[in-house]
């Protein structure tokens, strides 16, 4: 790929960065664990935190990347994925010594990444020639990747979904968009036949159970297509992660099959108007009460932001049940059926007086979901609704939580597949248009912002890949999930906007998708978790205190 390396040189240079970025990134925590006292004083010290949290996520997303490379070089090899290797594993230690130059005395570095021969290798990697020749390649592919899945039941889902995607949801995306339509039933209807709405569930409860790398590897392929697409299968993933890890035997058949089919469309009540990201704080309040003489909870108090609240059958909804009970441990989970509503505002009425109101909240991007605010007003939940049963009462903090953790697992491969669309409708548009008698894919900044952009979108894909078979092994996990999540929705975000540059004045008019793709990349670093919260409250809390 560089007229200075052969593959396999250039493979070793980027596996030498990675374990000089790997040992540097292990001091800096060892110091910021020091200055914390453990994790304990993280909001003594947030900018540091957040500082070390990212050098983490970078470093890991290198070293994915770089082990993928070195997996495959021992098949057939990959010769642009070893350039985007060197060239991401070169930034990383690029940023560490610039971060380490501005704060010595936190990050503790001393002169470790001053040896001449990895900086030889890092300004290889991060040289005009080299990026500019990755770029060049990645435009002759006009953007597309030759990922191999070791997975052959990924494989065989990627290659099913994306001629899916590109048949079905394609040719109708961006007029959902631009009207802001809601996702149409009959798609709906296509992906539950595909067993999309199960991915997740056993096959004794109705579900495909796929697997959580094939279900990233279908997120990515339908969000590639439509961010919304891809978000569908999301809140049903929360709740069925919910009731997998602390439903009653009687909750997981009751449920189960119904979400797998498609019968029933999830919504997620969380967020309330004045609660975000401190969940344990939230304030609706369920209490017990009955309906024509029928047990159950009572729901009172306003949700914000429940995305695709108006059309979904169930609402998955946190509430305190226990006023006394400050922080989660007075939390719980329940499970509120409602009918659909299409539109954009609707009031759900029960025969006892109950009553849920819900209006869309009007968003830039995104659209074809519709997210509400919900005001519930004594709305009636039957007793066996508590996720759980009796035993789930004051759980509900904790099995949203996790439902979470696989949430944004999957926000890695949405966000995966936003930044692929936009890589790849870039180098598409810079081949096609002519400026100055030459395609624009002919200039060198052209070509190096397309490379540049190709490594960010695959060094990803590889975190959100190792985060998802880290978490098949081990349920329970939640830094990689999280570091995925936050790296992939930065790059979307970074990507879409540098396609939307190179598409000139055209990337600014909605009749083009890359519009879509950039106002829809801005949601990923917000919801599931916002940023600052994955940085400082599970990424840097849980390293600092290893």
Not at 134 to 144: D, F, I, K, S, T
Not at 326 to 342: N, T, Y
Not at 362 to 375: N, V
Not at 406 to 430: D, H, I, M, N, W
């Amino acid at each position: 790929m560089t007229a200075e390396l052969t593959e396999q040189e250039t493979l070793a240079a980027a596996r030498t960065l990675v374990d000089a970025a790997q040992e540097a990134v292990a001091t800096a925590i060892t110091a910021a664990a020091e200055l914390t006292d453990g994790g304990k004083a993280i909001d003594d010290h947030q900018v540091h935190a957040e500082r070390v949290a990212q050098l983490a996520t970078f470093a890991r997303a290198a070293e994915e990347l770089v082990a993928y490379c070195e997996r495959q070089a021992a098949a057939r090899g990959d010769a642009v994925a070893e350039a985007q290797a060197l060239a991401f594993a070169a930034e990383v230690i690029h940023k560490l010594r610039a971060d380490n130059e501005a704060a010595p005395e936190l990050l503790a570095l001393g002169a470790s990444l001053d040896d001449a021969a990895l900086l030889e290798l890092m300004r290889l990697g991060i040289s005009d020639a080299h990026v500019t020749a990755l770029g060049a390649n990645v435009l002759e592919a006009r953007g597309a990747h030759a990922t191999v899945l070791e997975d052959q039941i990924a494989s065989m889902t990627r290659d099913q979904f994306r001629t899916f995607a590109r048949t079905e949801i394609v040719p109708i995306a961006q007029e959902m968009h631009r009207e802001d339509h809601l996702v149409p039933e009959e798609l709906i209807r296509k992906m539950a036949d595909l067993g999309l709405f199960g991915s997740s569930i056993p096959e004794e409860f109705g579900g495909t159970d796929m697997g959580l790398l094939t279900m990233v590897v279908l997120t990515e392929e339908l969000s590639a297509a439509s961010l919304v697409a891809g978000s569908l299968i999301t809140r049903s993933e929360i709740l069925t992660r919910a009731l997998a890890q602390g439903g009653t035997d009687e909750q997981r058949q009751a449920w189960l099959p119904r979400i797998a089919t498609g019968e029933l469309i999830v919504g997620i009540c969380v967020t309330e108007p004045d609660i975000g990201s401190d969940v344990a704080s939230v304030q609706c309040k369920a209490t017990r009460g009955e309906l024509d003489s029928e047990r159950g909870w009572l729901i009172d108090g306003a949700k914000a932001w429940a995305t695709f609240a108006g059309r979904a059958n169930i609402l998955a909804l946190l509430a305190r049940t226990d006023p006394d009970e400050p922080g989660a441990r007075g939390l719980s989970l329940f499970i509120v059926p409602k009918d659909p509503h299409l539109g954009h505002s609707f009031v759900q009425e029960q025969a006892g007086g109950g009553s849920i109101t819900g209006n869309a909240n009007p968003t830039p991007g995104y659209r074809g979901m519709h997210s509400f605010t919900l005001a519930f007003d004594r709305y009636f939940v039957p007793e066996a609704n508590l996720v759980g049963g009796e035993a789930g009462l004051g759980r509900g903090f904790y099995l949203q939580m996790g439902g979470f953790a696989a949430g944004r697992l999957q926000t890695g491969g949405r966000a995966t597949g936003v930044g692929q669309a936009s890589l790849e409708k870039a180098c598409q548009y810079a081949l096609d248009r002519r400026q100055f008698d030459r395609p624009i894919a002919e200039y060198q900044l052209t070509q190096h912002k397309i490379g540049r952009m190709s490594t960010h979108v695959a060094a990803g894909r590889h975190l959100t890949y190792a985060a998802a078979l880290e978490m098949q092994e081990d349920e329970r996990a939640a830094v990689l999930p999280a570091m995925a999540k936050l790296f992939a929705s930065d790059v979307a975000v970074w990507v879409s906007q540098e396609a939307q540059l190179i598409h000139g004045g055209w990337g600014y008019s909605e009749e083009d998708p890359v519009a879509r793709y950039v106002v829809d990349a801005l949601v990923l670093p917000i919801f599931e978790g916002v940023k600052p919260i994955l940085e400082l409250k599970i990424i840097a809390r849980q390293l600092l205190a290893e």
